[in-house]
């Protein structure tokens, strides 16, 4: 065969693919379509009859050179990428996504703004023991040029027997301790019929991991003009992540801070594991700040500052961490907290890498 008549051969080849081009784009318009009806009647996108279907029309009607299986798992491929089509089209459409709002949300906490550009910090117990603990703590942030606090009253502990927080009484004792230094606070309700009685202490209301899909509460907070600071579940991945702050938003609620703060893997070396890609990625996927809690990811004093250094190169907004006056005798997570001593340190290390990779 001459080169000519490849030549000509080569052309078919490229009009017939162009063709197909064409054809292809078409079909993925009406996919589209389809997925927007779909969605309006709230059913699946994903139709094994309707997949069958073609098989079985490709099995009567194949007349080669191509086998029918092969010809089978070209459509199958068309079949995924179609439903990835009508996903990401659907992901478009949620509030929290960057395709809806390209521009960042700002979390305004009474004057304090996270989402700006500014990185922050927040510190503080990891459960709120009494007045005393919580209030020389709050000295200590303050002395440190930070605006906010956290602390535990209502701990969701996996045995039992553990310390479970001292409920609205903790609330009142954080409170009252931070308005001595005119902090901010941050504490985690886990109740919806406690979140109306809660805001009368909190800044910010925490969703936490464990929470992280209690729908209702979820609801309940999205009614409300508090911001909103919610963690990562144990277990979860970043789409429902995502699926869990845009059930906030759909209330009203578009103050929404998301906190990576670990998840559950193999490793044993760790608390958790910390997705630190999570970060780029939630604010390459949504609008909203995100937030790196470097205690519970870990679970260890020794990597609070690398941790806090990775999570700042990446580009949070937030990062969070835990002091108390004295680790050792801590009712909960002893092992994670900074005494008064290693928090300045801490402080003094991880000051010169604020703002330096934005």
Do not use: W
């Not at 609330?171 to 230094?181: W, Y």
């Not at 277990?235 to 995502?242: G, L, P, S």
């Not at 999570?278 to 609008?287: A, G, N, Q, R």
């Not at 937030?318 to 340190?345: I, R, T």
């Amino acid at each position: 065969m001459s080169e000519s008549q490849l030549d000509v051969l080569r052309g078919k080849i490229d009009k017939i693919d162009e063709e197909l081009l064409i054809l292809l784009n078409k079909r993925a318009k009406i996919v589209e379509s389809i997925g927007k009806v779909k969605e309006t009647q709230s059913t699946k996108r994903y139709d094994p009859v309707r997949e069958r279907q073609l098989f079985d029309r490709i099995a009567q009607n194949n007349e080669g050179p191509f086998s029918t299986t092969a010809l089978q798992q070209i459509f199958k491929q068309i079949f995924q990428v179609s439903l990835e089509l009508q996903k990401d089209d659907n992901r478009s459409a949620l509030l929290v996504s960057r395709k809806k709002k390209p521009e960042d949300t700002i979390v305004n906490i009474n004057g304090i703004k996270v989402g700006d550009g500014k990185q922050q910090f927040v510190m503080g117990p990891c459960a709120v023991e009494s007045y005393d603990q919580v209030y020389q703590v709050a000295e200590q942030v303050k002395k440190h040029g930070i605006g906010l606090i956290r602390g535990g009253a209502f701990k969701p502990r996996t045995s039992p027997y553990d310390f479970q927080g001292l409920g609205f009484e903790g609330l009142e004792i954080l409170r009252n301790a931070a308005d001595a230094f005119d902090l901010k606070v941050i504490s985690e309700i886990m109740t919806p019929s406690d979140v109306e009685k809660a805001l009368d202490y909190v800044d910010v209301i925490q969703v936490g991991a464990r929470n992280m899909q209690n729908f209702d509460l979820l609801k309940e907070v999205g009614k409300t003009n508090k911001p909103v600071l919610l963690k990562r579940g144990l277990a979860a991945t970043i789409e429902e992540f995502i699926y869990a702050a845009e059930y906030i938003m759909s209330k009203g609620n578009d103050q929404i801070i998301l906190c990576e703060r670990g998840i559950r893997t193999y490793e044993k070396a760790t608390r958790n594991t910390l997705d630190i890609t999570s970060v780029p990625i939630l604010k390459k996927e949504t609008h909203l700040p995100v937030a790196v809690d470097v205690v519970h990811s870990t679970g260890r004093r020794d990597l609070l500052l690398p941790a806090a250094k990775a999570a700042l190169a990446i580009g949070a907004d937030l990062v969070m961490a835990e002091v108390h006056p004295d680790p050792a005798v801590a009712l909960s997570d002893s092992a994670q907290q900074m005494n008064f001593e290693q928090f300045d340190s801490f402080m003094k290390a991880i000051n010169p890498c604020v703002n330096v990779f934005n």
